[in-house]
Nanobody, 120 residues
Framework: QVQLVESGGGLVQAGGSLRLSCTASGSIRSIDVMGWYRQAPGMQRELVVTITSGGSTNYADSVKGRFTISRDNAKNTVYLQMNSLKPEDTAVYSC??????????????WGQGTQVTVSS
């Protein structure tokens, strides 16, 4: 059983900061790409940023310069530091991970999502 657990969402004023965390647990051999996605009410889920095991990143244009992704491979954890938050950043943020299990299966797992609300 492999699962992702997120934490760190909440309510913040525009211009503020939040830090999200997502930790994978279970029968994990390694993790390839980890990422953050978000879905606002009435909208499709969109990519925020991804990071490879080697540290290469891919940011959505809307968050470049404001959000920073990082990961701790030893802890199977990915972080999202969000600065200069805007009301349009309000969404449910979910992490995902491409996981190689101990049995050498490749799985894509999603976290349960965490609400981020930015007030104006």
């Amino acid at each position: 059983q492999v699962q992702l657990v997120e934490s760190g969402g909440g309510l913040v004023q525009a211009g503020g900061s939040l830090r999200l965390s997502c930790t994978a647990s279970g029968s994990i051999r390694s993790i390839d790409v980890m990422g953050w996605y978000r879905q606002a009410p009435g909208m499709q889920r969109e990519l925020v940023v991804t990071i490879t095991s080697g540290g290469s990143t891919n940011y959505a244009d809307s968050v470049k310069g404001r959000f920073t992704i990082s990961r701790d491979n030893a802890k199977n954890t990915v972080y999202l530091q969000m600065n200069s938050l805007k009301p349009e950043d309000t969404a449910v943020y979910s992490c995902n991970a491409e996981i190689i299990t101990i049995a050498r299966s490749r799985l894509l797992r999603w976290g349960q999502g965490t609400q981020v609300t930015v007030s104006s």
